[in-house]
């Protein structure tokens, strides 16, 4: 994984080792192409926009499913993405449980039956009030997609909110032959046990997965914020919660490692980072904050979001190997 120059885009798809692409911009500006490993994300980067590739060792194949998902894949790894009128399906829970069970006949249909990671983007997550907010409608349609799964096989995950006040549910996953194997935080509560506060359906997902042995993904980590136990911390303090969010990254990466001791403790030039952060004013503040905690090494992009609870300012999700 990889980020890249847009005027790349070109020659990046025209090249057969490139699983997907994804272009970070809000908007109608980014530039255009129908190729289905291609897929423009309406969330805002900070500075100059930038795409995200990854790359595989293996030929890829490609294609569309008549029902509109996208896909692409190696021969160990399938990269799909669906993106989901809201309208069409009665709302932000209709769209994700609309979702989750159209991704989940996919797979096994085409031979990659393990999802591994997931991120979901969907528009003004924090609007409505208590359990009519989106993102637990989202959590509620979610749950019902996947049906009655093992909480012990969910997948790594992100939701995020967009700013672009478009009604479409993004989801795109990484999905594999063989399982991997998810991850829980020592520091947090897994968010499948979160209390019934937090809304009537607990969030399905896992805080990290390692692909099965001899892959050669990195470690894949989930949206991680400032949540400790399942409380948020530092609701006021920007700084704070992105000094706890590395506590919490560094405890994954910690259990990664009593299984992979090969994996660097430490972020560096196998890490790739992409930092959500709230609060456009606070950018620069949480970039000064990146590169004091960061070595150089570290790729990372920075993206105007909304995090899926009021009081979290910032989180950052990423990938982290050799
Ligand atoms: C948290 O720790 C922050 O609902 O898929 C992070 C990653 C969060 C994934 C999801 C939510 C999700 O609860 C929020």
Redesign the pocket.
Known sequence: MDYADPARLPALLADPHVLAVFGFRAGDAAPPSDDPRYLQVGLQPDGEPQLEVWRSTGAVQCGRDADGLAWASDGALMFGALQIDEARHGGIAGAAEHSYAQLLSALPRHGYPHLLRIW?YLDAIIEGEGDDER?RQF?IGRARGLGDVDPGTLPA???IGRLDGVRVLQVYWLAARAPGTPLENPR?VS?WR?PRQYGPQS???ARAMLAAPGSTLPLLL????S?VGHATLHGEDTLRQLEETFANLDALVGTARARLPALPARFGAGSRLKVYVRDAAEIPLVRQALSRHLPPEVAYIVLHAA???RD?RV?IDGVHGA
Do not use: K
């Open positions: 979901n993102y959590c995950a992100t939701a947090q968010a979160y969030p399905s997902f989930s949206g991680t914020a949540v995090v899926c609870r979290l989180e």
